[in-house]
């Protein structure tokens, strides 16, 4: 943290009301990379989460009756400071967060972009007119603020979840509150600080960070004056929040766990497939919710994918994110650690061969090798199961019908891949997988503009795009009679 350019980046208070809130009591951040502590952080609970609702509930009719150009400045205004702070955006992440700081100012440079795409999105919330049923009556639509939203988010990307999401409430008028993970609160803070500086009235984005996860997450989900609210994490945890969000019947949006499956079929580009695969594969250490989890290929080119795939993850380089050249940082704990080793020790006994890696890294406790599993069947923990970590397990499949049953054969469905230069291949294969985001010849497919989202147990609503800020909007028809002469 001694090399940060702007040391006011680096906060410890919550930032509630546009005032930063002390507490009598303390949790620590550490680097996953080396355990040490980074900083000690003053412990919100529930009385302070409770003050950040009322604090947006206050700022609420003011910021939603700003024109969409006001809002559009200000938030133009935050997205051009945290441009303009991103390598100290980026150390921060990678200190608390772990992933190599290219990825790190990767993650900050996405998630401004969602500030700078929805303050332009906010003009463009159009109603409608709809014929009446007789000469004396019209009929209006518009679109309205949902009002206060809540939300919690992961550690994986602390920047860029809760920027997405931000971004679209307060362009439609919404004001917000955020508890971030214990773990990473930092970058949060961070931002809170950059949005007091581009203008952004108090009250309107709130920080609550604390490691009380339960009696915070029951506030953000049942207090009256929350009108929405919105999650990033695992399924498991996704259900409870939304049986909790049931007791107030708020409008929700649910971004949960996947199981992505990359297909490589025999037509496809096997340098591109072996780079796509790499790319969706091994960022953030295998640490993402649209990672891929399970790489299917064509019997044809098992052989030549793989041992391609076999020396592109050999020469990836492990360390401490902040070291030149890094391409696998540390997961996030140890404890993360014991849960893949668990995966693969478990698949390997079910019959998985290990064709690379396989264990932890000597670079630390929080690091695992980057791992290829062979002759892996659908039925195994490594490919029944999300990962969440650095383990690529291969399976061969012999034809189109029988892998699109596979890709399907789970819960959930946010994101899949699949590689092929047969166009009629391409929409069969595109309209018969079960997930909300389907990448064709490309493995990066996030971005502001598109829709993210999944279905079945991944999750309701979207992120990005007009649909995401429809997710914080809500529809009043109004009905006008009595216009005959």
């Not at 931002?191 to 009235?201: D, H, K, N």
């Not at 690529?392 to 699109?404: A, C, G, H, T």
């Not at 909300?436 to 990066?444: K, L, Q, R, W």
Request: hydrophobic letters at 40%; aromatic letters at 8%.
């Amino acid at each position: 943290m001694d090399a940060l350019q702007d040391k006011q980046l680096l906060k410890t208070f919550s930032y509630i009301d546009g005032s930063w809130h002390s507490s009598d009591s303390f949790f620590s951040v550490t680097n996953p990379a080396t355990g040490e502590e980074l900083a000690k952080v003053c412990n919100a609970g529930v009385d302070d989460t409770k003050l950040a609702v009322k604090a947006a509930k206050k700022a609420l009719k003011q910021w939603a009756a700003k024109s969409a150009n006001e809002r559009c400045t200000l938030m133009r205004n935050w997205f051009n400071l945290m441009i303009q702070h991103q390598d100290d955006l980026a150390r921060i992440l990678t200190l608390e967060q772990g992933k190599p700081f290219a990825e790190a100012k990767g993650e900050i440079g996405y998630g401004a972009a969602f500030i700078e795409w929805f303050a332009e999105e906010g003009k463009r919330v159009y109603g409608d007119t709809i014929p009446g049923p007789s000469s004396d009556k019209r009929i209006v639509v518009v679109k309205q603020p949902v009002g206060v939203v809540a939300s919690i988010t992961p550690w994986n990307f602390p920047n860029a979840m809760i920027a997405r999401k931000a971004a679209a409430a307060l362009a439609a008028g919404c004001t917000f509150v955020v508890r971030p993970a214990a773990l990473t609160p930092l970058s949060a803070l961070a931002m809170a600080e950059l949005a007091e500086r581009a203008g952004i009235p108090a009250g309107v984005f709130n920080v609550v960070a604390g490691d009380d996860s339960r009696g915070m997450g029951k506030v953000l989900t049942q207090h009256p004056d929350i009108a929405k609210f919105t999650f990033t994490g695992s399924t498991a945890v996704g259900k409870t929040l939304i049986e909790q969000c049931a007791s107030t019947v708020k409008k929700v949006s649910m971004e949960l766990g996947g199981n992505a499956p990359f297909i490589v079929f025999d037509d496809a580009d096997i340098d591109a497939a072996v780079q796509g695969a790499m790319a969706s594969k091994y960022r953030n250490a295998g640490q993402t919710c649209v990672c891929t989890n399970r790489i299917f290929v064509q019997s044809a080119v098992l052989d030549e994918f793989t041992e391609k795939f076999k020396v592109a993850v050999a020469n990836l380089n492990i360390g401490d994110g902040l070291t030149e050249g890094v391409e696998i940082g540390p997961m996030i704990s140890s404890s993360a650690v014991d849960g893949v080793d668990k995966l693969v020790i478990e698949s390997v006994a079910l019959g998985a061969k290990v064709l690379l890696g396989g264990q932890r890294d000597d670079a630390g406790n929080t690091f695992y090798q980057p791992t290829i599993l062979t002759n892996v069947t659908n039925q195994m923990p490594v490919a029944s199961e999300e990962i969440f970590g650095p383990v690529s397990p291969i399976i061969e499949f012999e034809d189109e019908d029988q892998v699109l049953a596979m890709a399907n054969d789970c819960e959930v469905g946010l994101a899949a891949y699949f590689y092929s230069r047969d166009i009629g291949r391409v929409w069969r294969v595109s309209e018969g997988l079960e997930y909300g985001m389907v990448g064709i010849n490309e493995a990066m497919i996030s971005n502001a503009a598109a829709p993210f989202g999944g279905i079945k147990q991944s999750g309701s609503g979207r992120e990005g795009s007009k649909y995401g800020l429809d997710d914080y909007l809500e529809i009043k028809y109004l009905c006008m009679g009595g216009l005959d002469k």
